[in-house]
């Protein structure tokens, strides 16, 4: 959960790069959303851990879930240190 200017709680999320199909045995497909959302959250990592360094601060927050806005804020501090 982020929050807005007014400090109102917002939810945020993470679009899956490619659907699952709910078919078939459920343990399968389960394993198989289980493994595309981790890939999902690893693709926007990576994205946001080159972005950090390229984009201006405020616009690299607004752009990333705040996780990975911290996570590269403290890779833009820790660089510089």
Do not use: H
Not at 61 to 80: D, E, F, H, R, T
Request: proline letters at 1%; a neutral charge.
């Amino acid at each position: 959960m982020g929050t807005d200017r007014s400090g109102k709680m917002i939810a945020e999320e993470v679009q899956l790069i490619e659907g699952v199909k709910a078919e078939g045995n459920i343990e399968n497909w389960l394993l198989a959303l289980e493994k595309e959302m981790q890939r999902s959250v690893r693709i926007v990592c990576q994205l946001g851990s080159k972005d950090c360094f390229s984009l201006p601060l405020k616009e690299f927050v607004n752009k990333y879930q705040s996780q990975v806005a911290l996570a590269g804020i403290q890779m833009v501090w820790a660089n510089k240190v």
